[in-house]
């Protein structure tokens, strides 16, 4: 038996990448780009990863137009915007980041779609404020990593942010996550006590791995993995 127990788990070494602070600042200089030459800034794993998920969601049996998304950690809105150009309607992204949250307003204003963005800290002793099972469908691309790689209890937060996904999601729901530090084994045995293994959106490059499902020990909330080709900077 080659599965880890959470608490067995090998943390991430620290980056400023798990931290607000750098959140905040990189999202103040993307804002005051976007404000001065329209430029939305950069998009975390690159369109293709966006390209392959929402591809993945329209041709999906379990999602639909009317589906209730949100965007973990929506940083700029682009997934979103996506989304609404596909004529979803139930759109919410939710970042820590203020400044995220402003940008992600002004392009979809700007675009004029109507998207919905609060400024949320899931992790917060409210969950954010956040309702119980209210989410179809919840999508994390590099959320999940940036908490992986806090220079404080990252072990703790990443346990945290696990129980309050779940939380938001509606039994049978769908989370659809993106990691570049973690491998397809390893996130599915972070977050198997909560959730069933369902998916996987294989890259163009590497096709394995089919509908896999596991035990679970709470509301049926399923797990869909999107590989991503690319790697991440770990500064």
Same mark, same amino acid.
């Given at each position: &038996?080659? *599965?880890?127990?959470? #608490?067995?788990?090998?943390?991430?070494?620290?980056?400023?990448?798990?931290?607000?602070?750098?959140?905040?600042?990189?999202?103040?200089?993307?804002?005051? $780009?976007?404000?001065?030459?329209?430029?939305?800034?950069?998009?975390?794993?690159?369109? !293709?990863?966006?390209?392959?998920?929402?591809?993945?969601?329209?041709? #999906?049996?379990?999602?639909?137009?009317?589906? +209730?998304?949100?965007?973990?950690?929506?940083?700029?809105?682009?997934?979103?915007?996506?989304?609404?150009?596909?004529?979803?309607? &139930?759109?919410?992204?939710?970042?820590? /980041? !203020? &400044?995220?949250?402003?940008?992600?307003?002004?392009?979809?204003?700007? *675009? *004029?779609?109507?998207?919905?963005?609060?400024?949320?800290?899931?992790? +917060?002793?409210?969950?954010?404020?956040?309702?119980?099972? !209210?989410?179809?469908? @919840?999508?994390?691309?590099?959320?999940?990593?940036?908490?992986?790689?806090?220079?404080?209890? /990252?072990?703790?937060?990443?346990?945290?942010?696990?129980?309050?996904?779940?939380?938001?999601?509606? !039994? &049978?729901?769908?989370?659809?996550?993106? /990691? @570049? $530090?973690?491998?397809?084994?390893?996130?599915?045995?972070?977050?198997?006590?909560?959730?069933?293994?369902?998916?996987?959106?294989?890259?163009?490059?590497?096709?394995?791995?089919?509908?896999?499902?596991?035990?679970? *020990?709470?509301?049926?909330?399923?797990? @869909?993995?999107?590989?991503?080709?690319? /790697?991440?900077?770990?500064?």
């Amino acid at each position: &038996n080659n *599965k880890q127990n959470m #608490s067995d788990v090998e943390e991430l070494p620290p980056s400023k990448l798990g931290t607000k602070e750098y959140w905040d600042s990189a999202y103040e200089l993307e804002l005051a $780009n976007y404000k001065s030459d329209g430029n939305i800034g950069d998009i975390w794993f690159g369109e !293709e990863s966006i390209d392959r998920v929402i591809q993945w969601m329209m041709e #999906s049996d379990v999602v639909n137009q009317q589906t +209730s998304v949100i965007d973990v950690g929506s940083g700029n809105g682009a997934f979103l915007l996506c989304l609404a150009a596909e004529g979803f309607v &139930n759109l919410l992204g939710i970042d820590y /980041s !203020e &400044n995220a949250v402003e940008l992600a307003r002004a392009i979809a204003q700007e *675009k *004029k779609f109507n998207v919905r963005y609060e400024q949320v800290d899931l992790l +917060s002793e409210d969950g954010g404020g956040l309702r119980d099972s !209210e989410y179809d469908v @919840c999508h994390d691309k590099g959320t999940y990593d940036a908490i992986s790689l806090c220079p404080e209890d /990252s072990h703790g937060k990443r346990l945290s942010y696990i129980k309050a996904i779940h939380r938001i999601i509606k !039994e &049978n729901g769908l989370l659809i996550i993106t /990691s @570049c $530090n973690w491998t397809n084994d390893e996130l599915m045995d972070h977050f198997e006590d909560y959730f069933s293994k369902e998916y996987i959106i294989p890259t163009p490059t590497f096709k394995f791995g089919e509908s896999i499902k596991g035990h679970m *020990k709470h509301n049926i909330v399923k797990l @869909c993995v999107a590989e991503n080709a690319s /790697s991440c900077a770990d500064d």
